[in-house]
T-cell receptor
Framework: NAGVTQTPKFQVLKTGQSMTLQCAQD?????MSWYRQDPGMGLRLIHY???????DQGEVPNGYNVSRSTTEDFPLRLLSAAPSQTSVYFC????????????FGQGTRLTVV | AQKVTQAQTEISVVEKEDVTLDCVYE???????LFWYKQPPSGELVFLIR??????QNEISGRYSWNFQKSTSSFNFTITASQVVDSAVYFC??????????FGKGTTLSVSS
C-alpha cells in the first residue's frame, strides 16, 4: 500500500533552474495539496486541488505552478528556482476535503544555491 | 479568514510530566474540522485526531487527551506522563469545505529523561 509517493527525496538546484516535484497517490483521493515547511513557519499551503482539472492557490503560491490532469498525480513545478524556495515540500491527499485526515508523502528537501 | 495559532513555539519537560499544547483557531464557518498531527524527528507527518465543530466532547486515547471548546475557539492537546518518544513537533490544523487544511506553526516538544 504505497499511499502518497513523492519524488525526489532530495534535490539541489542552481538559481534559475526549473524542476518538477512529483506527487502520486493510489487511494483515489479527490483532494491533493502541496505545502512547504520552513523553520518556525509551520506548514504553509502552496496550491491545492479538489479534483482532476481543478486547482487553486494557497497562502504562498508565487513561483510555483500546478496542474491536475489525473486523480492520481499532482506535480509541483518551479519555473525558475530562487534561494527563497529552499524548503521541505510535502504533498498530501485526502478523500473528502475538510472532514477527512490528510495523508502526507515523505517530503522533498529542496536546496537552491 | 481562517487561521490557526499555536502560541507555544517550544516546550521542554522532564519525563512523566504532563504537558498541554495550545491551539486557537479562527473561522467564520459553522462547520469545520480540527486536527492534530505529530512530526517526529524522522520528519514524517502522523495523524493523531480529527474533531468536527458539532462535537465538543473531550477525547482520550491512552496518554493523549484533547479538549475542544467552541466558546474559546480552542482545541488543546494534553499528554499525560510524557515520555522521550513524545518528543516531536506537533501541529494543529483547521479543515473547511472547499479548501485544504490550514496548519498552525507548530509546537516543538522536547521530553528529557
Amino acid at each position: 500500500n504505497a499511499g502518497v509517493t513523492q519524488t525526489p527525496k532530495f534535490q539541489v538546484l542552481k538559481t534559475g533552474q526549473s524542476m518538477t516535484l512529483q506527487c502520486a497517490q493510489d487511494m483515489n483521493h479527490e483532494y491533493m495539496s502541496w505545502y512547504r515547511q520552513d523553520p518556525g513557519m509551520g506548514l504553509r499551503l502552496i496550491h491545492y486541488s479538489v479534483g482532476a482539472g481543478i486547482t487553486d492557490q494557497g497562502e504562498v503560491p508565487n513561483g510555483y505552478n500546478v496542474s491536475r490532469s489525473t486523480t492520481e498525480d499532482f506535480p509541483l513545478r518551479l519555473l525558475s528556482a530562487a534561494p527563497s524556495q529552499t524548503s521541505v515540500y510535502f504533498c498530501a491527499s485526502s478523500a473528502g476535503g475538510m472532514n477527512t485526515e490528510a495523508f502526507f508523502g515523505q517530503g522533498t528537501r529542496l536546496t537552491v544555491v | 479568514a481562517q487561521k490557526v495559532t499555536q502560541a507555544q513555539t517550544e516546550i521542554s519537560v522532564v519525563e512523566k510530566e504532563d504537558v498541554t499544547l495550545d491551539c486557537v483557531y479562527e473561522t467564520r464557518d459553522t462547520t469545520y474540522y480540527l486536527f492534530w498531527y505529530k512530526q517526529p524527528p524522522s520528519g514524517e507527518l502522523v495523524f493523531l485526531i480529527r474533531r468536527n465543530s458539532f462535537d465538543e466532547q473531550n477525547e482520550i486515547s491512552g496518554r493523549y487527551s484533547w479538549n475542544f471548546q467552541k466558546s474559546t475557539s480552542s482545541f488543546n492537546f494534553t499528554i499525560t506522563a510524557s515520555q522521550v518518544v513524545d518528543s516531536a513537533v506537533y501541529f494543529c490544523a483547521l479543515g473547511q469545505a472547499g479548501t485544504a487544511l490550514i496548519f498552525g506553526k507548530g509546537t516543538t516538544l522536547s521530553v528529557s529523561s
